[in-house]
């Protein structure tokens, strides 16, 4: 009996469609090749959903309906200035994405930057800097923090507005992103650098502590801590020295924004965000999806990166359905055709060595 999982696949809108399609053909290979299934239930989402709905709503019950019944989403990307003026609560991203991730508790956000050594020239950082290239995981914790936390507000005080958030994180909420984050760290450079504000923020207190504590139960794995604005400045200073970065929601946002714009190219990046672990397993529900938008400019065009969205389907393997040899050869396979000179627009420099092709193209040589 090979191995079955079922999966739901929401492509979305603008390049969504286009990448998912070639996303897919990696995934009947690798699955061809290392002997596993996957059922597919292909679902509307963001504006392709509005459409069809008459603007009623981007996230039918349907499409929640097969995302619970899945080991895991893997998601397109959703938006666009056809929806742009519809009302807030029904725009694609504020009413898909968000109640997407809000539903399913993804507390875990992981964005690998990485920048392989071929493609150094599209990174902003000097070249000497990452002369093997850039490959850190930032771990986001997605649920909590100021994003969430209660009292929120505006009020007059004094005659002037005021405006207030509040930063809160239980014991409960570290520790489980902690984890998630040492556990990425076992499976890589074992090397943990957890980003707080500990010398002014009473929550970063509790997480610094917390850190330390879980740290016990992964000796293997040598944890550092850096103050936020301090790690702004090292992951410019020294991006080559970095493993695997754990930090709050806000911190994080940040962070990863950084971390992005150092690797280069958004077509590239992929991200995971996970939930709870399965019962009695290591893996995690999540959604899997590249970390750029819908990128209306070049949608339709056949011109889109495919690789972020691949290598969001290699998140899903490793993360979710437990395949990691199969994710592990499509990153190799993707590696390879970056060396080998395939290029599409957004990573090409006009070099007389690169090979030029579009979306297919670049699946094709994933393939081959
Ligand atoms: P974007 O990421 O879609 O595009 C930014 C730039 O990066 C564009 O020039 C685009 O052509 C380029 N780009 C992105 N992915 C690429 C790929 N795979 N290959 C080649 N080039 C690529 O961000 P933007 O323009 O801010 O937003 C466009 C739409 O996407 C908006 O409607 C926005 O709301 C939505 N969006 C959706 C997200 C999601 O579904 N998770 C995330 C971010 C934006
Ligand atoms: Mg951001």
Redesign the pocket.
Known sequence: MSRTYRIAVLA?????PE?MTETLRVLDAVEAKFGFNTERSVQLV?GAALDATGNETPLPAATVEACEQSDGIL???????K??NLPPDIQ??RGA?LPLRKHFGLFANLRPGVCLPSLTHASPVKNELIPEGFDVLCVRELTGGVYFGTPKGRENRDGEPVAFDTMVYKKSEIQRILRVAFTAAMGRGKKLVSVDKANVLASSVLWRETALEVAKEFPEVELSHLYVDNAAMQLVRRPGSFDVLVTENLFGDILSDEMAMISG???MLPSASLGAKKEGSDLYFGMY??????????AGQG???????ILSAAMLLRYSLGESDAADAIDAAVAKTIDDGYR???IATGAATEKKVGTQGMADAILA
């Open positions: 979305g809108d603008g390049i969504g990448v963001g998601f397109g990307s959703v938006g666009g200035p929806w742009e694609p991203e994405l190219s958004l077509g999806e590249p970390s750029g938008g819908s990128a209306p400019d070049i011109i889109a990166n495919p690789i972020a969205q599409t627009g957004d």
